[in-house]
């Protein structure tokens, strides 16, 4: 079973469309995340959910929105896609409340390659 | 902020041979964890090794060791009988002990030659 799932894998749309992409994790922790990979490989963390509060947004415009319905999925909607959004969207989950050496490790789904045409 | 260095961009091994992978970070922490992240040309990001600061003994996951130098604030990766599976990005990452993110290097691409 895959611990942190997200789907589509693959997604080509056009400059102004809205797209989703959504995020399921069987791991029973109660954090998730949204990083962005851009195009020369850099990784930078987006937005973290905890127990569906949001508790981490980086700069992030506006057209970029989490949703959180329960612990276990974080969905990501960008409305009027652009250009430079193409990347790879990549989901994560950890357990941070309990004090475990593991709960501090963040496991990564498989991304999401979103190109903007 | 925080912020991680990996200054090798790139590097090569031939198979059966050791590599290390360099990383520095900069933090004014004192309770923070370091990760070694591989990401495939599938581009899943794989953990292959993690480390407490708290702790002075290096961590080890079979071929994969690591070399903590808190003081030096550096955290190398060391790979042993390097197999062709190997070759990937490797990322370097820092997270702090009361934060929940993750800080990345720029990654080291490693090939590995047969």
């Known amino acids: 079973d895959t611990a942190v799932s997200q789907t589509p894998k693959y997604l080509v749309t056009q400059m102004g469309n809205d797209k989703s992409i959504k995020c399921e994790q069987n791991?029973?922790?109660?954090?998730m995340y949204w990083y962005k990979q851009d195009s020369k490989k850099f990784l930078k963390i987006m937005f973290s959910?905890?127990?569906?509060?949001?508790?981490i947004n980086e700069t992030v415009p506006n057209r970029f929105s989490p949703k959180s319905p329960d612990k276990a999925h974080l969905n990501l909607h960008i409305n009027s896609l652009e250009l430079g959004d193409s990347a790879v969207y990549f989901c994560?989950?950890?357990?941070?409340?309990?004090?475990?050496?593991?709960?501090?490790?963040?496991?990564f789904g498989e991304g999401s390659w979103l190109t903007v045409v | 902020a925080q912020t991680v260095t990996q200054s090798q961009p790139e590097m090569s091994v031939q198979e059966a041979e050791t590599v290390t992978l360099s990383c520095t970070y900069d933090?004014?922490?004192?309770?923070?964890?370091l990760f070694w992240y591989k990401q495939p040309p599938s581009r899943q990001m794989i953990l292959v090794i993690r480390?407490?600061?708290?702790?002075?003994q290096n961590a080890t996951e079979n071929r994969f060791s690591v070399n903590f130098q808190k003081a030096a604030k550096s955290f190398s990766l060391k790979i042993s009988d390097s197999q062709l599976g190997d070759a990937a990005m490797y990322f370097c990452?820092?997270?702090?002990?009361?934060?929940?993110?993750?800080?990345f290097g720029q990654g080291t691409r490693l090939t590995i030659n047969p």
């Open positions: 480390q407490e600061a708290y702790k002075q």
């Open positions: 791991l029973g922790h109660d954090t």
């Open positions: 933090t004014s922490e004192s309770d923070y964890y």
């Open positions: 994560a989950s950890s357990q941070v409340t309990g004090k475990s050496f593991s709960g501090n490790t963040i496991y």
């Open positions: 959910y905890n127990n569906k509060e949001l508790i």
């Open positions: 990452a820092y997270r702090s002990g009361g934060a929940q993110k993750l800080v």
